[in-house]
Nanobody
Framework: QVQLVESGGGLVQAGGSLRLSCAAFGSMFFSYDVGWYRQAPGKPRELVAGISSFRTTNYADSVKGRFTISRDNAKNTVYLQMNSLKPEDTAVYYC???????????WGQGTQVTVSS
């Protein structure tokens, strides 16, 4: 059982930065793969960045070079550092956690990111 709580969203000017946090409440969080997803109105939810329990990472092409995902297992938290933000990054950002071979997974409630021109 894991509860995920996202924070750090808000309104930012194009070119600015935000750092999103996904705080996990539960045990064994270090063993989870974690992903940041986003969903804009009228668009499907898409994977933005992922980080495995071994700290390997992957990114959507649209955010490579601008976003960085990291985790601090001691704090049970995963971060998404977002730099050089664009209006196209506007979406609700969701944290997801799961473990390979385990059917159950977890979603946070989402945090709104709005990038103005």
């Amino acid at each position: 059982q894991v509860q995920l709580v996202e924070s750090g969203g808000g309104l930012v000017q194009a070119g600015g930065s935000l750092r999103l946090s996904c705080a996990a409440f539960g045990s064994m969080f270090f063993s989870y793969d974690v992903g940041w997803y986003r969903q804009a109105p009228g668009k499907p939810r898409e994977l933005v960045a992922g980080i495995s329990s071994f700290r390997t990472t992957n990114y959507a092409d649209s955010v490579k070079g601008r976003f960085t995902i990291s985790r601090d297992n001691a704090k049970n938290t995963v971060y998404l550092q977002m730099n050089s933000l664009k209006p196209e990054d506007t979406a609700v950002y969701y944290c997801h956690a799961g473990r390979p071979g385990v059917l159950s997974d977890y979603w946070g409630q989402g945090t709104q990111v709005t990038v103005s021109s």
